[in-house]
């Protein structure tokens, strides 16, 4: 099954795609800075560039997003029926990356933690955001 759209229009639809400073992602930063936790984004430093960083509590948040981060299990994460292949190759590697950054950054002594997008939506939002902070909380306790 081919594309339906040419390479170029293909090409411009996916250049729109952001990487950082999503909805999700300001969605978890405007509630930890509401709640006083003061971070740093997407620090080069560390493997994997988290999402968030609060370094006095030795905790990144990763905000994965369910399609390309290959949510198992995610009524939102579907593998595309066209060029299959690339697809497959694409969300497995970044499935490897961010195992070992996480493995990387554990070992390293920080704890890591992955909000999913979908665990974001409207019907989930205040409970993931609450359980996000009862846990910061017991860090900095």
């Not at 029926?81 to 996480?102: C, L």
């Amino acid at each position: 099954m081919s594309d339906v759209f040419t390479k170029e229009i293909r090409s411009e639809i996916m250049s729109r795609i952001k990487s950082a400073n999503t909805r999700p992602e300001f969605l978890v930063r405007k509630f930890i800075f509401s709640h006083g936790y003061r971070y740093r984004l997407h620090q080069k430093s560390l493997i994997g560039k988290p999402d968030i960083v609060l370094k006095k509590l030795k905790t990144v948040i990763n905000v994965h997003g369910c399609f390309w981060h290959g949510h198992k299990g995610c009524k939102f994460f579907k593998m595309p029926k066209t060029n299959n292949d690339f697809w497959k190759h694409k969300i497995s590697n970044t499935i490897q990356r961010d195992k070992i950054a996480e493995e990387t950054l554990k070992n390293d002594g920080w704890t890591v933690i992955t909000i999913w997008e979908c665990s974001l939506r409207p019907n989930k939002r205040e409970k993931t955001l609450s359980d996000l902070l009862i846990q910061l909380n017991s860090f900095s306790s």
